[in-house]
Nanobody, 128 residues
Framework: QLQASGGGTVQAGGSLRLSCAAS????????IAWFRQAPGKGREGVAC????????YYADSVKGRFTISSDNAKKTVYLQMNSLKSEDTAVYYC???????????????????????WGQGTQVTVSS
């Protein structure tokens, strides 16, 4: 199971930190990703991190503003979001999948790759 938390309402330029806590599965060799979905739009990959090796990837739209990190002892992945913009407003989801390392870079942002482990979503609203 994945439990996402930390959403809220913040003014443009502000910051939030999302958490994704995992339980009930072997943490090793997973790719943990954050996705977001705005009203009327598809689910967009935001960032991911591999639990083994800590490799990170980001969507171009968040590079330099968002930082993904993990605490393997706590089985928790964080998404630090700074310099938030109104276009960051969305429901944010975390997901986990065992993706072979050679495919992570090219597939991490495709939501269909994550077949079974999804968090429940947390709302992020950025007011201008």
């Amino acid at each position: 199971q994945l439990q996402a938390s930390g959403g809220g309402t913040v003014q443009a330029g502000g910051s939030l930190r999302l958490s994704c806590a995992a339980s009930g599965f072997n943490w090793d060799q997973y790719t943990i990703a954050w996705f977001r979905q705005a009203p009327g739009k598809g689910r967009e990959g935001v960032a991911c991190i591999t639990t083994t090796g800590g490799t990170k990837y980001y969507a171009d739209s968040v590079k330099g503003r968002f930082t993904i990190s993990s605490d393997n002892a706590k089985k928790t992945v964080y998404l630090q979001m700074n310099s938030l913009k109104s276009e960051d407003t969305a429901v944010y989801y975390c997901a986990a999948e065992r993706i072979p390392s050679v495919f992570v870079q090219t597939t991490w942002s495709n939501p269909r790759v994550y077949t079974s482990l999804w968090g429940q979503g947390t709302q992020v609203t950025v007011s201008s």
